[in-house]
C-alpha cells in the first residue's frame, strides 16, 4: 500500500512536471499570437487601413455635359440628349453569339447593331462594356429590364449622346466627335488629359468638335463610392461634380449656311466667306456635305463605304484640304505686285494682240479672247480679264518677286483657322512655286513660261478656298490681315457668361493707297456692265468688287481648242469666283470654287450673290429653284443672254 | 424541491469552466451575427448547436470517468472501423471523401476520433502498470498511426495532424522520453530538405504559398491576404461591431466558418483579441488544474490531452488567420459556425467536467 501510494505520487509528480512545460509551450505560443496581433493591429496599423479602404473605396467618374455648338442667334448646331444603350461586357458574358441571339428575342438588334458592336468589341477590352443597341425607346427599355436576370453581364444605360440636329448642314464645319481609339489614347496620354478623360466614351473627330475639344469636353467629376467585393456600389461617400463643357458660339448664321449650300444645288465645291475687318467666318461651306450623326457611334460599313467611295468626295473638307488652280482670280494681287513693284502704273498700257510671246520664241500664250482686247491698262485688265496683260507683268516682274509678295496675302501657307487643325496638319498650304522649289521637288530648272503662266494663276499654283478668301479679306481690309476664326464667342454653360474671342491681327502688308484703290476700282468694274460678272453686280443695291476665275482641270494642247460639248463632265474647268461688299467699306468677303463649273461669272457668281444678298440685305433668294444660268429677277428687263465677257475670263 | 432539481443539474458541472464557456458561446453569437451579414437565422441555428453541445456536454458529464474507460477501446474501434467504411463507401465533396451516410443523416467519423484517439492511448497507458516501457510507446504509436494514416488519405491534412497531435499529447503527458523527443525533432528538421527535394515543382510552390500568400494574391492566397488586412485595419480597439469593412462588404472569404477570428479582430481590435486570448488562456488553465489534480491515470492523461487538443485548435486557428501558419481548414474552437465541431468539443468539456466532479467518489 505504502509502495502503491509512493508510487502513485512519484507518477503524479512526474505528471506534473509534464503539464508544466505544456503550460510554457502555450504561453509562449500564445504569446506568439499576441505579438502577431500587435504587430499587425499596431504597428502596421496604417498600412492595412490604408489597403482596407482601397478595397472599400473607388472612384466612379462622372462624364460632363458637353459644350453646345451654337451658330451666332444662338441656333443649335450640336447638343446632348439621353437615351438607354443596351451593353454587354463580354468578360462576363459565357457565350456571346448566344446571348446577342437572347436578347435580339426581347429588343431589335439589326445587323448594322452587330457589326458595330462588332467593331467596337475588337477595339476595346473584354472588361469594357460594348454598346449593342442604342436609343432605345421606354418600352424596349423597360422589356429588358424585367428580363434582366437572364443576362448577366448585360445592362442597360442611360447615356449622352451627341447629336446634330440640322444634320448635313455645315457639317464640315462642326465636324463630329466619335468614340475614343487608340490612337485618341495615346494622344491624350501625351497631353496629360487621360485622367480627366476617365469614363469618357467619345472624343471630338473633326471640325469644331476637334479644335474645341478643351472647351467643350469639360471636366470630369467624380463619386466616391463604397464598394462590396463584387464591385457593386453600395453608397455614396462623398463627389466632386463635373463641371460642364463651354458652349461655343459661331460667327455664322445658320440661314446664311443654308442659303449658302442651297446656292450650290447639285453642284460640288467650297465658299468662304469672310468679314475683313475681324476675321469671322461667316459661311463656310463644303459641297457635297454628309450626315455627321452617322459617325457619333461609329459608322456602319454600308455608310462608310458609300461616303468614302463616291465620286463626290463628300469627307473632303474643300476650303481647308482642297486645292485648286487660283486662275484668274490670281490675276488682282499680281496686278497689286507690279504697281508695289513699280511697273504698269498708268497711264501705262499695252495694245493686245490676243496672245503674248516670249523674246526671240515662237511660242503663242494665248489670251481667252482670240483677236484680243485692243488698247488695255492694269484697271481694265483686271475688268475684263486681259491674259496678255499679266502675261507681261508676270515675267517682267520675274517668279521670286511675285511669289514673295502674293505670300503676304496668305498665299502658299496655312490661315491656322480655328477647325480641324490640331497642331495644322489638317489644313493643306497650297502651293506657290520657286525655281527652288521646282528643282527640289522635279529636279529640273525653272522655264521662263513656267513664270508666264503664273501670272493667270495657272501652272503649278494652288489655293484653297480658305486661302482665296482671306486673300480677298485681306485686299478688301486695305493689307491688314486678320486671322480667320469660325468661334466668336465661348460662353460658360454654368454662369451663362460670353467671352469673346478678340480679333487677332496676323499681318499688317505696307501698301500704296493708290495703287490699292486702282486694284479695286478694276475690281468694282468687274460687277459693272463691260465686267466679266456684270450680271452678278445688276441690281444689287449695294457695290460688289469682284474677279472671276477658271481653273483648267486637263491641259490643253497647242493647237486644241476646248471645246466644253466634248469634255467629261469632270474634266470641265472648275469656276471660281471672289468677292467683297459693300465695295467702299467691305464687311464680307468671299471666295467660291465651283467645281467643273466651267465659268465664274455664270456659275460661282450667282451662289456669292444669294450670300451676299442675304447678308448685307437679309434678302431671301426668291426662288431656290433659280437656274445657274439665270439671274435672280429684277425690275429691269433681265438679260437672259450672258454676254461674252461673262463666258471667259 | 427546487434545490434538489438544481443540484440534480448542476452536480457535475464546473462552476469556473461552464462560466467561461457561457462567455465564448456568448461571443461567438455576436460575431456570428456581424459575420453573416445580420442573419438572425444564422444565430438561430448556432444556438439550436450550442443547445444539442451543451445537452451532450450534461449528460457526458454526468458519466462517471470509469465508464468512459470501459468504452475507450469499443469506441476506437468503432471509429477505425468507420474511417475504413469512409475510404471504402464515403460521398466525396470538395474533392475529399469525408462523410458517411448512414441513412438519415451524415457523420464525419474523424470527428468521433478526436475524442476517441486520446481516451484510447490513455486507456492503453493507464492499463499498463508501471512506469510505461518502449515497447508501450511504440505500440501507442502505432495505434496512434493507423486512424492518422486512414484521415490523411481522405484527404484532410489539417485534421489529421491536429487528430495525431491529441494522441501525442498523451504520449507526452504519460511520459515519453525526453531523448526521444529531441531526437525526433532533430530527424524531422534533417528530413525535410530531402523530402522538399523529391516535390515536383508545383507542390513546391503550393507549399511556398501556403507560407507566403503574397504569391498568389487572387488565388490561394486571396483568404489569407484579406484576412490580415482585416485583422491588420482593426486597429488597437476595432472598427466596432457590426462596422468592419472587410466583413461587411464581403471581401473575408469563409467568415462565418473558419475566419471568423478575423471579423472578431477587425471589429474589436487589438485589445478584443487580447480579452479572448486570455479567455481562451483561462479555459486551458482550468482544463490543466483539472487534469493535475485528476486521480487515476486515465482520466489526467485524457483531462490533459483534452485541454490541449482545444490549445492546438485555438492556436493553429488563430495562426492561420493571422498568416502565420498556412491556411488546414481548422474551426476557431467555441466561435465558428458549425455543429458538429461544437459538439465534439463540448462532449470534450463534458468529460473535463466528468473526471473534475467525480473525483471525491473514487478517493472515497
Same mark, same amino acid.
Given at each position: 500500500?505504502g509502495?502503491?501510494l509512493?508510487? !502513485?505520487?512519484?507518477?503524479?509528480?512526474?505528471?506534473?512536471?509534464?503539464?508544466?512545460?505544456?503550460?510554457?509551450?502555450?504561453f509562449?505560443?500564445? /504569446?506568439?499570437?499576441?505579438f502577431?496581433?500587435?504587430?499587425?493591429?499596431?504597428? %502596421?496599423?496604417?498600412?492595412? %487601413?490604408?489597403?482596407?479602404?482601397?478595397?472599400?473605396?473607388?472612384?466612379?467618374?462622372?462624364?460632363?455635359?458637353?459644350?453646345?455648338i451654337?451658330?451666332?442667334n444662338?441656333?443649335?448646331?450640336?447638343?446632348?440628349?439621353?437615351?438607354?444603350?443596351?451593353?454587354?461586357?463580354?468578360? #462576363?458574358?459565357k457565350?456571346?453569339?448566344?446571348?446577342? /441571339?437572347?436578347?435580339?428575342?426581347?429588343?431589335?438588334?439589326?445587323?448594322l447593331d452587330?457589326k458595330r458592336?462588332?467593331?467596337?468589341?475588337?477595339?476595346?477590352?473584354?472588361?469594357?462594356?460594348?454598346?449593342i443597341?442604342?436609343?432605345l425607346?421606354?418600352?424596349?427599355?423597360?422589356?429588358?429590364?424585367?428580363?434582366?436576370?437572364?443576362f448577366?453581364?448585360?445592362e442597360?444605360?442611360?447615356r449622352?449622346f451627341?447629336?446634330?440636329?440640322?444634320?448635313?448642314?455645315?457639317?464640315?464645319?462642326?465636324?463630329?466627335?466619335?468614340?475614343?481609339?487608340?490612337k485618341d489614347?495615346?494622344?491624350?496620354?501625351?497631353? $496629360?488629359?487621360?485622367s480627366?478623360?476617365?469614363g469618357?466614351?467619345?472624343?471630338?473627330?473633326s471640325?469644331?468638335e476637334?479644335?474645341y475639344? #478643351?472647351?467643350?469636353?469639360?471636366?470630369?467629376?467624380?463619386q466616391? +463610392?463604397?464598394?462590396d /467585393?463584387?464591385?457593386? =456600389?453600395v453608397?455614396?461617400?462623398?463627389?466632386?461634380p463635373?463641371?460642364?463643357?463651354?458652349?461655343?458660339?459661331?460667327?455664322?448664321d445658320?440661314?446664311l449656311q443654308?442659303?449658302?449650300?442651297?446656292?450650290? @444645288?447639285?453642284?460640288?465645291?467650297?465658299?468662304?466667306?469672310?468679314?475683313p475687318?475681324?476675321g469671322?467666318?461667316?459661311?463656310?461651306v463644303s459641297?457635297?456635305t454628309?450626315d455627321p450623326?452617322?459617325f457619333?457611334d461609329?459608322?456602319?460599313?454600308?455608310?462608310?463605304? &458609300?461616303?468614302?467611295?463616291?465620286?463626290?468626295?463628300?469627307?473632303?473638307?474643300r476650303p481647308?484640304?482642297?486645292v485648286?488652280?487660283?486662275?484668274?482670280?490670281?490675276k488682282?494681287?499680281?496686278?497689286?505686285?507690279?504697281?508695289? =513693284?513699280?511697273?504698269?502704273?498708268?497711264?501705262?498700257?499695252?495694245?493686245?494682240?490676243?496672245?503674248?510671246?516670249?523674246?526671240?520664241?515662237?511660242?503663242r500664250?494665248?489670251?481667252?479672247?482670240?483677236s484680243?482686247h485692243?488698247? +488695255?491698262?492694269i484697271?481694265?485688265?483686271i475688268?475684263?480679264?486681259?491674259?496678255?496683260?499679266?502675261?507681261?507683268l508676270?515675267?517682267e516682274?520675274g517668279?521670286?518677286?511675285?511669289t514673295?509678295?502674293v505670300?503676304?496675302?496668305?498665299?502658299?501657307r496655312?490661315s491656322?483657322?480655328?477647325?480641324d487643325?490640331?497642331? @495644322?496638319?489638317?489644313?493643306?498650304?497650297?502651293?506657290l512655286?520657286?525655281?527652288e522649289?521646282k528643282?527640289?521637288?522635279?529636279?529640273?530648272?525653272?522655264?521662263?513660261?513656267?513664270?508666264?503662266?503664273?501670272?493667270?494663276?495657272?501652272g503649278?499654283?494652288?489655293v484653297t478656298?480658305?486661302?482665296?478668301?482671306?486673300?480677298t479679306?485681306?485686299l478688301?481690309?486695305?493689307?491688314?490681315?486678320?486671322?480667320p476664326?469660325?468661334?466668336?464667342?465661348?460662353?460658360?454653360?454654368?454662369?451663362?457668361?460670353?467671352?469673346?474671342?478678340a480679333?487677332?491681327?496676323?499681318?499688317?502688308?505696307e501698301?500704296n493707297?493708290?495703287?490699292v484703290?486702282?486694284? #479695286?476700282?478694276g475690281?468694282?468694274?468687274?460687277?459693272?456692265?463691260?465686267?466679266? &460678272?456684270?450680271?452678278v453686280?445688276?441690281?444689287?443695291?449695294?457695290?460688289?468688287?469682284a474677279?472671276?476665275g477658271?481653273?483648267?482641270?486637263?491641259?490643253?494642247?497647242?493647237?486644241e481648242k476646248?471645246?466644253?460639248?466634248?469634255?467629261?463632265?469632270?474634266?470641265?474647268?472648275?469656276a471660281?469666283?471672289?468677292?467683297?461688299?459693300?465695295?467702299?467699306?467691305?464687311?464680307?468677303?468671299?471666295?467660291?470654287i465651283?467645281e467643273?463649273?466651267?465659268?465664274?461669272?455664270s456659275?460661282?457668281?450667282?451662289i456669292?450673290?444669294?450670300?451676299?444678298d442675304?447678308?448685307?440685305?437679309?434678302?431671301?433668294?426668291?426662288?431656290e429653284? =433659280?437656274?445657274?444660268?439665270?439671274?435672280?429677277?429684277?425690275?429691269?428687263?433681265?438679260?437672259?443672254?450672258?454676254?461674252?465677257?461673262?463666258l471667259?475670263d | 424541491?427546487?434545490?434538489?432539481?438544481?443540484?440534480?443539474?448542476?452536480?457535475?458541472?464546473? &462552476?469556473?469552466?461552464?462560466?467561461c464557456?457561457?462567455?465564448?458561446l456568448?461571443?461567438?453569437?455576436?460575431v456570428?451575427?456581424?459575420?453573416s451579414?445580420q442573419?438572425l437565422?444564422?444565430?438561430?441555428?448556432?444556438?439550436?448547436?450550442?443547445?444539442?453541445?451543451?445537452?451532450v456536454?450534461w449528460v457526458v458529464?454526468?458519466?462517471?470517468?470509469q465508464k468512459?474507460?470501459?468504452?475507450a477501446f469499443?469506441? !476506437?474501434?468503432?471509429?477505425?472501423l468507420?474511417?475504413?467504411a469512409v475510404a471504402?463507401f464515403g460521398?466525396?465533396?470538395?474533392?475529399?471523401r469525408?462523410?458517411?451516410?448512414i441513412?438519415?443523416?451524415?457523420?464525419?467519423?474523424?470527428?468521433?476520433m478526436?475524442?476517441?484517439?486520446?481516451m484510447?492511448?490513455?486507456?492503453?497507458?493507464?492499463?499498463?502498470?508501471g512506469?510505461?516501457?518502449?515497447?508501450?510507446?511504440?505500440?501507442?504509436?502505432?495505434?496512434?498511426?493507423?486512424?492518422?494514416?486512414?484521415?490523411?488519405?481522405?484527404?484532410?491534412? $489539417?485534421?489529421?495532424l491536429l487528430?495525431?497531435?491529441?494522441?501525442?499529447?498523451?504520449?507526452f503527458?504519460a511520459?515519453?522520453?525526453?531523448?526521444?523527443?529531441v $531526437?525526433? /525533432?532533430v530527424?524531422l528538421?534533417?528530413?525535410m530538405?530531402?523530402?522538399w527535394?523529391?516535390?515536383h515543382?508545383?507542390?513546391?510552390?503550393?507549399i511556398?504559398?501556403?507560407?507566403?500568400p503574397?504569391?498568389d494574391?487572387?488565388g490561394a492566397?486571396?483568404?489569407?491576404?484579406?484576412?490580415?488586412?482585416?485583422?491588420?485595419?482593426?486597429g488597437a480597439?476595432?472598427?466596432?461591431?457590426?462596422?468592419?469593412?472587410?466583413?461587411?462588404?464581403?471581401?473575408?472569404?469563409?467568415?462565418?466558418?473558419d475566419f471568423?477570428f478575423? +471579423?472578431f479582430s477587425?471589429?474589436?481590435?487589438?485589445? @478584443?483579441?487580447?480579452?479572448?486570448?486570455?479567455?481562451?488562456?483561462?479555459?486551458?488553465?482550468?482544463?490543466?488544474?483539472?487534469a493535475? %489534480?485528476?486521480q487515476?491515470?486515465?482520466s489526467?492523461?485524457?483531462?490533459?490531452?483534452?485541454?490541449?487538443?482545444?490549445?492546438?485548435?485555438a492556436f493553429?486557428?488563430m495562426?492561420?488567420?493571422?498568416?502565420?501558419?498556412?491556411?488546414?481548414?481548422?474551426?476557431?474552437?467555441l466561435?465558428?459556425?458549425?455543429?458538429t465541431?461544437?459538439?465534439?468539443?463540448?462532449l470534450?468539456f463534458?468529460i473535463?467536467?466528468?473526471i473534475?466532479?467525480?473525483k471525491?467518489?473514487?478517493?472515497?
Open positions: 500500500m509502495a502503491e509512493k508510487n !502513485y505520487l512519484h507518477e503524479q509528480h512526474y505528471f506534473r512536471v509534464r503539464l508544466g512545460v505544456a503550460v510554457l509551450v502555450v509562449s505560443l500564445f /504569446a506568439l499570437l499576441a502577431r496581433f500587435s504587430y499587425l493591429q499596431l504597428k %502596421q496599423y496604417n498600412h492595412y %487601413q490604408t489597403l482596407a479602404e482601397n478595397n472599400r473605396i473607388s472612384l466612379v467618374p462622372i462624364i460632363p455635359n458637353r459644350g453646345l451654337l451658330d451666332k444662338g441656333v443649335v448646331l450640336a447638343h446632348n440628349f439621353f437615351a438607354y444603350t443596351l451593353e454587354i461586357t463580354p468578360a #462576363k458574358v457565350n456571346l453569339e448566344e446571348t446577342i /441571339a437572347d436578347i435580339s428575342k426581347l429588343v431589335e438588334v439589326s445587323s452587330r458592336f462588332k467593331k467596337i468589341r475588337e477595339q476595346s477590352h473584354s472588361f469594357e462594356s460594348v454598346p443597341r442604342t436609343h425607346n421606354e418600352i424596349e427599355a423597360a422589356r429588358f429590364a424585367v428580363n434582366h436576370y437572364r448577366p453581364g448585360v442597360i444605360k442611360s449622352l451627341r447629336h446634330y440636329p440640322l444634320g448635313k448642314l455645315g457639317s464640315h464645319m462642326v465636324g463630329y466627335i466619335g468614340r475614343i481609339n487608340d489614347l495615346k494622344n491624350l496620354e501625351e497631353s $496629360g488629359d487621360l480627366n478623360y476617365k469618357s466614351d467619345h472624343i471630338g473627330k471640325g469644331l476637334q479644335f475639344e #478643351k472647351q467643350l469636353h469639360g471636366t470630369t467629376g467624380f466616391q +463610392v463604397e464598394i /467585393a463584387d464591385g457593386h =456600389a453608397r455614396v461617400l462623398s463627389s466632386m463635373p463641371i460642364p463643357g463651354d458652349n461655343i458660339i459661331l460667327a455664322a445658320s440661314k443654308e442659303i449658302a449650300e442651297t446656292a450650290f @444645288g447639285a453642284h460640288r465645291g467650297a465658299l468662304v466667306a469672310i468679314n475687318k475681324t469671322e467666318v461667316l459661311s463656310y459641297q457635297p454628309f450623326n452617322l457619333v461609329g459608322i456602319d460599313s454600308e455608310n462608310w463605304k &458609300a461616303l468614302n467611295e463616291s465620286l463626290d468626295k463628300p469627307l473632303i473638307n481647308l484640304r482642297g485648286y488652280p487660283p486662275g484668274s482670280t490670281f488682282p494681287f499680281v496686278a497689286l505686285a507690279g504697281l508695289e =513693284a513699280g511697273k504698269r502704273a498708268p497711264p501705262f498700257s499695252i495694245q493686245d494682240p490676243g496672245f503674248f510671246t516670249l523674246p526671240g520664241k515662237k511660242h500664250y494665248r489670251d481667252w479672247k482670240p484680243g485692243g488698247t +488695255v491698262d484697271q481694265k485688265a475688268t475684263i480679264s486681259c491674259d496678255t496683260f499679266f502675261y507681261g508676270a515675267m516682274m517668279i521670286e518677286n511675285l514673295s509678295f505670300r503676304h496675302f496668305g498665299f502658299g496655312k491656322g483657322i480655328d477647325i487643325n490640331k497642331n @495644322g496638319k489638317s489644313e493643306n498650304g497650297g502651293l512655286p520657286t525655281p522649289w528643282q527640289r521637288r522635279f529636279k529640273q530648272p525653272w522655264y521662263p513660261g513656267e513664270t508666264v503662266i503664273v501670272g493667270i494663276g495657272q503649278y499654283t494652288l478656298p480658305l486661302q482665296l478668301a482671306q486673300a479679306a485681306i478688301a481690309n486695305n493689307g491688314v490681315a486678320m486671322k476664326r469660325l468661334v466668336s464667342h465661348i460662353e460658360d454653360a454654368q454662369s451663362g457668361k460670353k467671352q469673346i474671342i480679333p487677332v491681327i496676323q499681318d499688317r502688308i501698301l493707297p493708290n495703287n484703290e486702282i486694284v #479695286k476700282r475690281m468694282i468694274d468687274v460687277t459693272l456692265p463691260g465686267g466679266t &460678272a456684270a450680271s453686280g445688276a441690281n444689287a443695291g449695294y457695290s460688289i468688287a474677279k472671276t477658271t481653273a483648267q482641270v486637263i491641259g490643253i494642247k497647242q493647237n476646248y471645246n466644253e460639248s466634248t469634255i467629261n463632265e469632270r474634266h470641265l474647268d472648275h471660281l469666283f471672289i468677292a467683297y461688299a459693300p465695295a467702299e467699306d467691305p464687311t464680307i468677303a468671299l471666295a467660291v465651283v467643273n463649273g466651267r465659268h465664274g461669272g456659275t460661282a457668281g450667282p456669292a450673290r444669294k450670300v451676299m442675304y447678308y448685307l440685305l437679309g434678302k431671301v433668294p426668291a426662288t429653284a =433659280a437656274k445657274e444660268n439665270k439671274i435672280p429677277t429684277g425690275n429691269t428687263a433681265v438679260t437672259t443672254t450672258i454676254p461674252e465677257e461673262e471667259h | 424541491m427546487i434545490s434538489k432539481l438544481l443540484q440534480f443539474l448542476f452536480k457535475h458541472i464546473d &462552476a469556473f469552466l461552464m462560466t464557456l457561457f462567455f465564448a456568448l461571443t461567438s453569437l455576436f456570428l451575427y456581424s459575420a451579414g442573419s437565422e444564422r444565430v438561430y441555428a448556432q444556438a439550436i448547436n450550442m443547445g444539442v453541445a451543451l445537452s456536454l458529464a454526468n458519466i462517471s470517468p468512459l474507460e470501459r468504452v469499443a469506441l !476506437y474501434v468503432l471509429g477505425v468507420l474511417l475504413i471504402l460521398s466525396i465533396s470538395h474533392g475529399a469525408r462523410w458517411l451516410n441513412g438519415f443523416t451524415q457523420i464525419q467519423p474523424s470527428e468521433l478526436r475524442i476517441a484517439m486520446p484510447m492511448l490513455a486507456w492503453y497507458f493507464a492499463s499498463r502498470e512506469k510505461p516501457s518502449a515497447t508501450n510507446f511504440i505500440i501507442a504509436g502505432f495505434l496512434l498511426a493507423v486512424p492518422v494514416a486512414l484521415i490523411m488519405k481522405q484527404p484532410d491534412l $489539417g485534421t489529421s487528430i495525431a497531435s491529441s494522441g501525442f499529447y498523451v504520449l503527458l511520459g515519453l522520453s525526453w531523448k526521444f523527443l $531526437g525526433a /525533432a530527424s528538421l534533417a528530413l530538405p530531402i523530402f527535394s523529391m516535390l515543382d508545383y507542390q513546391r510552390k503550393r511556398e504559398i501556403l507560407f507566403d503574397t504569391q494574391p487572387l492566397g486571396y483568404h489569407t491576404i484579406q484576412a490580415i488586412i482585416a485583422i491588420g485595419s482593426g480597439t476595432g472598427k466596432g461591431w457590426l462596422n468592419g469593412t472587410q466583413t461587411q462588404l464581403d471581401f473575408l472569404p469563409e467568415r462565418t466558418t471568423i478575423a +471579423v477587425e471589429e474589436f481590435g487589438f485589445l @478584443g483579441n487580447m480579452l479572448l486570448l486570455t479567455l481562451f488562456t483561462v479555459i486551458i488553465i482550468r482544463g490543466l488544474m483539472i493535475s %489534480q485528476a487515476s491515470t486515465f489526467r492523461l485524457l483531462a490533459g490531452a483534452i485541454t490541449l487538443n482545444f490549445f492546438s485548435y493553429v486557428n495562426g492561420m488567420v493571422s498568416g502565420i501558419l498556412p491556411v488546414v481548414g481548422v474551426p476557431l474552437p466561435i465558428s459556425y458549425g455543429g465541431s461544437m459538439v465534439t468539443l463540448c470534450g463534458g473535463l467536467m466528468s473534475h466532479t467525480h471525491n467518489l473514487v478517493a472515497n
